[in-house]
Structure formats: structure tokens, C-alpha cells
């Protein structure tokens, strides 16, 4: 069992800064590729980015490339997404999930989620 608890959510102008932070319990952290999703209302589960079990690989939705930095520290347990220059349509909740394997951008097959944290970006 491994449970996840963001932090770092909040409002912001446009144009600002965020980092999301996920702490995992358990000693198996390091087994998980790391994600993060969103859900803005009304709408679906959005894949964010993710970042592979030894930090090497990490993926990002389009729109995010260039502005989202993910990163990861195993001895922590801890998964970050780094947020600059925030837009309007960014605002959401913003999930973190633990995948043991699956599809990195599908959040039908991640085994563990966090409980989410807001982000409000305001024009």
C-alpha cells in the first residue's frame, strides 16, 4: 500500500510560479514511475507529466512542454512539478499517481492517487 500526499497548491496570477510536491509512503517508492494529472471542472482526467522510476525519462502533456518541470528524489519520496509561467487554463486540481507499469499517460492504470491539490490561476 502506498499512499500519496500533495501540498503547494494555491492561487496565482497569471504568469506566476507553483511547485506541487507529492510525498509517498513506504519504502518502495523508487518501483513506481511518478505522474501527474489534473481535473479542471466539468471536464476529464488530464495527464500532466510523468517521470520514470530512475528519473531518466520524463513525459509531458503539449501544451505544458517547456513550462512544467517534473523531478523526483527517491530518498525522499518525494515527486515535485515545478509550474512557471502559469495561464488560466491551467487551473485544476492537480493529482499525483504512482504507476507500477501501464500506460504512462493513462490514468486508468495507475495503482495509487493522492487526494489532489488546487491550483487557481487568475487572469
Known amino acids: 500500500q502506498v499512499q500519496l500526499v500533495e501540498a503547494g497548491g494555491g492561487l496565482v496570477q497569471a504568469g506566476g510560479s507553483l511547485r506541487l510536491s507529492c510525498v509517498a509512503s513506504?519504502?518502495?517508492?523508487?518501483?513506481?514511475?511518478m505522474g501527474w494529472f489534473r481535473q479542471a471542472p466539468g471536464k476529464e482526467r488530464e495527464f500532466v507529466a510523468a517521470?520514470?522510476?530512475?528519473?531518466?525519462?520524463?513525459y509531458y502533456l503539449d501544451s505544458v512542454k517547456g513550462r512544467f518541470t517534473i523531478s523526483r528524489d527517491n530518498a525522499k519520496n518525494t515527486v515535485y512539478l515545478q509550474m512557471n509561467s502559469l495561464k488560466p487554463d491551467d487551473t485544476a486540481v492537480y493529482y499525483c499517481?504512482?504507476?507500477?507499469?501501464?500506460?504512462?499517460?493513462?490514468?486508468?492504470?495507475?495503482?495509487?492517487w493522492g487526494q489532489g491539490t488546487q491550483v487557481t490561476v487568475s487572469s
Open positions: 499517481a504512482a504507476l507500477l507499469g501501464g500506460l504512462i499517460r493513462s490514468p486508468d492504470g495507475y495503482d495509487y
Open positions: 517521470i520514470s522510476r530512475n528519473a531518466e525519462n520524463t
Open positions: 513506504g519504502r518502495t517508492f523508487s518501483r513506481y514511475v
